[in-house]
Nanobody, 123 residues
Framework: QVQLVESGGGLVQAGGSLRLSCVAS????????MGWFRRSPGKEREFVAA????????DYGDSVKDRFSISGDIAKNTVFLRMNSLKPEDTALYYC????????????????WGQGTQVTVSS
């Protein structure tokens, strides 16, 4: 069983930046693919970014490419999402997820989910 705890969300003005963190409990952190998803009211859950903690493969959703950056710290069992040039449409509840490398962009690729951290971008 893996527990994921996100932090770092908040209220920011358009054009600003935030860094989200996700700490994973348990061992074998390097065996996971770690992903970030988001959900806005009335919308489907959307893939944001993912990183393979073993091989370093990184993938981004089209709407965040060139603005967001995912990274991981194996020593701290933590994955980060750096969000720059934030837009009001980035407002959402952001979830961290852990999977076993089946894929990157589908919710079904992930076995464990955090509770989420709210990001609100004002115009």
């Amino acid at each position: 069983q893996v527990q994921l705890v996100e932090s770092g969300g908040g209220l920011v003005q358009a054009g600003g930046s935030l860094r989200l963190s996700c700490v994973a409990s348990g061992r074998a952190f390097t065996s996971y693919t770690m992903g970030w998803f988001r959900r806005s009211p009335g919308k489907e859950r959307e893939f944001v970014a993912a990183i393979s903690m073993s091989g370093g493969t990184i993938d981004y959703g089209d709407s965040v490419k060139d603005r967001f950056s995912i990274s991981g710290d194996i020593a701290k069992n933590t994955v980060f999402l750096r969000m720059n040039s934030l837009k009001p449409e980035d407002t959402a509840l952001y979830y961290c997820a852990a999977g076993y490398g089946l894929g990157y962009q589908r919710s079904s690729d992930y076995a464990y989910w955090g509770q989420g951290t709210q990001v609100t971008v004002s115009s």
